[in-house]
């Protein structure tokens, strides 16, 4: 009994140093074993949850755009100053329209805007992300003349005068809209941009501005134009009209429906009408020298028409309209000089004697019409 008593005895003392050994510092040499199963649920609880996949942002509507335009008049320097603000949207390669071509740029800021011509248009060429902001010098025309500025499309579009010289006004003209600003200020812009004139007048013709629309802004004295028609049905028609106007006007033209404009002269300068809708030109005419004074217009166009019969045919032919007042307008019809000619349509044949050959014919006192002829042609019998 006693040697049982005290094998129970060293038991519980070694039991006694067992647990105070595993509450002691040793405890983190200690080992657990756990199922894979178990440590995988540990593992699995302690990394971070997964996000749902970011949802695309979608494309903007617009990738780049001009934002606003506003434009610095300085008659003293002779320039016009526009100071412009584009955003590329979504940080790519775009071409962003910012005038016409046609005029040229003195300089830019900043100096390492790339500029570049794209379908006759002066486009800044960006793929940095965001806003930013480009300066452009124009020069103006010489005293006397308009200044004609193809602008881009911006809703924010304005025009700061600094200063006017004493006895002028500046006209804006933008198509059959026309503005007069006679002390230096702030000037509303097209928002849908389009060709504006710029143009510096005598006061005094300002003033007289409210009469003269009462009555025509300009009349066509005189136009005399030829065509000519070869066998292949190709024809040209060559045509000079003298234009009296006290203003700076938009000689407006609309050319036959399959007609192709070649070249288009104002006073011997070469000049780009503005072609719109239903082949309709406008041609500027600017301030003349003196009230009552003529421009003169040269044009040519081409159409391509029926090839011609051997023996006979008939074609139709037609001149350009004008919604202006016209005195008089001539017009000669050439055709190969095998064939006789006679015509009937709203334009009377001329009996006076002419050099020249081929049909004459004569349209007078009209407005708003179309000069038109149906030629009929015969081989001419041989002697």
């Known amino acids: 009994m006693k040697p049982l008593l005290v094998l129970f005895l060293s038991a519980g003392s070694l039991l006694a140093q067992s647990l105070e050994a595993i509450t002691s510092a040793t405890l983190d040499e ?17 990394l971070p949850k997964e996000l749902p996949p970011p949802v695309p942002k979608p ?14 008049l300085d008659p003293e320097a002779s320039t016009l100053t ?15 329209p910012l005038a016409g071509a046609a005029t040229g740029v003195l300089a830019v800021e900043p100096k390492d805007a790339r500029l570049v ?10 793929d940095k992300a965001g806003a930013q902001n480009v300066k452009l010098t124009f020069a103006l025309a010489t005293a006397g003349q308009g200044t004609t500025l193809d602008l881009a499309a911006s809703p924010i579009a304005s025009l700061a005068v600094k200063e006017l010289a ?60 030829t065509t000519q028609v070869v066998r292949d049905g190709s024809a040209l028609t060559e045509g000079t009209i003298t234009v009296r106007h006290d203003h ?17 002269h104002v006073n011997g300068d070469p000049v780009r009408p503005t072609l719109g809708e239903g082949n309709r030109l406008e041609i500027p005419l600017d301030d003349p020298a003196t009230d009552g004074a003529e421009s003169e217009v040269k044009l040519s166009f081409t159409a391509v028409l029926a090839p011609l019969q051997l023996a006979e045919g ?49 349209k007078s006192l009209c407005r ?14 041989a002697n």
């Open 117 to 126: 011509v794209v379908d006759d248009r002066l486009c800044l060429i960006t």
């Open 166 to 225: 004493d006895g002028k006004v500046l006209r804006l003209q933008h198509g059959a809209t026309s503005q007069t600003l006679t002390t230096a200020g702030l000037a509303a812009l097209p928002a849908q941009g389009g060709e504006v004139t710029f143009t510096f007048e005598d006061a005094r013709k300002a003033t007289q501005s409210p009469i003269a629309s009462l009555t025509d802004d300009a009349i066509v004295s005189m136009a005399a134009y």
């Open 82 to 96: 526009a100071e412009m603000q584009v955003e590329n949207f979504d940080g790519d390669w775009h071409t962003v």
């Open 248 to 264: 700076p006007a938009r000689f407006m033209l609309q050319l036959p429906e399959s007609a192709k404009l070649l070249q288009c």
């Open 314 to 362: 008939e074609l139709d032919l037609a001149l350009p309209q004008t919604p202006l007042f016209a005195k008089q307008i001539d017009w000669n019809v050439q055709l190969p000089a095998t064939y006789d000619l006679s015509c009937s349509g709203n334009a009377d044949p001329i009996t006076d004697k002419t050099t020249a050959p081929g049909l004459h014919l004569r």
């Open 59 to 72: 494309a903007p509507p617009v990738p780049a755009a001009l934002l606003s335009a506003q434009y610095h």
């Open 368 to 381: 708003d019409q179309q000069p038109q002829a149906r030629i009929t042609y015969r081989k001419r019998a």
């Open 30 to 46: 200690s080992e657990v074993r756990i199922t894979y199963g178990e440590l995988k649920r540990l593992v699995a609880a302690t």
